[in-house]
């Protein structure tokens, strides 16, 4: 094996990996559904959401039965404003974009839209789905909650899912402002690509039964499963740095993805029964879209969050710092930098792509390494 990294361009990618979910029985629309999601986060630079969990999260899971490629998408309950989704173990991603969509048309003709959904599974990059609100001139937010990582401040023990509760709305720049963001310091997918690229972790991102800190990128993955490590909540270890704020966080958007919808929550989602079998993750979440025209006209909201933001970047940097960033901004780069480029694939990754593509047929697909 060597280091190398290929860049593929993105409608390969996103050809590719739609083809893949047909592959395994998903249906053609909803197929492309997924794959724009996936290749969204590439686009972006958040490569631990992209083609990366193609295969490990939706093709082997669909794979080995723990999740449905047709989705069946029900609504349990629904008022002029509000919904309630039972997705039945389908397609996340495409259960999270009728949820979202649902929001804002609601938004649309009553000012406010929510959504609450059980039994999805993953659903890919979260800022998806805020992003669909903000180019409707919507304020967008979504949370979901996740097999269990995160230990509660002063425990060991993993209780938590990463949790993200994202958010965004427009501006006048040339991005939005979006945080999409685990509610611990890090999450299982930058984990993975640490791992993947044969790197340490920084201290501080996991603890240990011990309550001891660790660093092994490929063993921690192997101890979050086994339940004998676990990720810090955002403030880190204890209250010294504030780790209660992320672990109330986290706390919240499990309470808002399960006790809204009647839902699962913590341990029930480890997708393993009582007996070691693998079943379906039973994930909750919630989609909420707000109509900024029905409190002041979108421009100049537009205008007054672009002058917050513009201020933020050009106020007296820290000694050494080039740049303030506000959130989305490091996306928009990254975004304009791979635009013409593609995604970055490395060898692990294009063994996990050779493997779908030989596995399914795919042979009408080639890629820089053939």
């Excluded at 996103?14 to 047909?22: A, N, P, Q």
Aim: glycine content about 10%; aromatic content about 10%; charged content about 25%.
């Amino acid at each position: 094996m060597t280091d190398k990294t290929y860049w593929v361009k993105f409608d390969q990618l996103e050809s590719f990996m739609t083809d893949v979910f047909m592959g395994v029985g998903v249906p053609a629309d909803d197929a492309a559904v997924c794959a724009e999601v996936l290749t969204i986060a590439d686009r972006y630079g958040i490569d631990s959401h992209g083609i990366s969990r193609c295969k490990p999260i939706y093709y082997d899971r669909i794979n080995i039965g723990i999740q449905q490629p047709i989705t069946e998408f029900e609504v349990v309950k629904e008022t002029p404003t509000t919904a309630l989704i039972d997705g039945h173990h389908g397609m996340g991603h495409v259960i999270a974009k009728r949820s979202m969509q649902m929001a804002i048309d609601k938004a649309r003709e009553y000012g406010l839209g929510m959504v609450a959904v059980r039994n999805s599974t993953h659903y890919g990059i979260a800022g998806y789905y805020p992003l669909m609100a903000i180019e409707n001139g919507m304020i967008g937010i979504t949370g979901t909650n996740a097999r269990p990582s995160i230990a509660p401040t002063f425990g060991v023990e993993n209780m938590l899912g990463t949790n993200p509760l994202t958010l965004g709305c427009p501006t006048d720049d040339p991005f939005p402002f979006l945080l999409d963001c685990a509610t611990s310091v890090s999450q299982r997918g930058k984990i993975e690509v640490y791992a993947r690229e044969g790197k340490q972790l920084p201290a501080g991102w996991v603890i240990n039964r011990e309550g001891e800190t660790s660093t092994d990128s490929v063993q921690i993955l192997k101890d979050l499963v086994a339940g004998t490590a676990a990720l810090v909540p955002v403030g880190g270890i204890g209250e010294e740095t504030a780790g209660f704020k992320g672990y109330g966080y986290a706390t919240f958007i499990e309470i808002m993805c399960a006790a809204l919808q009647d839902g699962s929550y913590m341990k029930q989602l480890l997708g393993i029964d009582e007996d070691g079998k693998k079943v379906p993750y039973k994930l909750g979440h919630f989609f909420l879209a707000i109509n900024v025209e029905n409190f002041v006209p979108i421009e100049t909201f537009k205008l007054i969050a672009g002058s917050i933001t513009r201020s933020l970047r050009a106020s007296d940097k820290a000694p050494g710092a080039k740049r303030i960033y506000t959130a989305w901004e490091k996306e928009h780069d990254n975004y304009e930098y791979r635009k013409d480029r593609g995604a970055p694939i490395n060898e692990s990754l294009r063994v996990e792509i050779d493997t779908m593509r030989e596995e399914l047929k795919l042979t009408g697909h080639t890629f820089p390494w053939d």
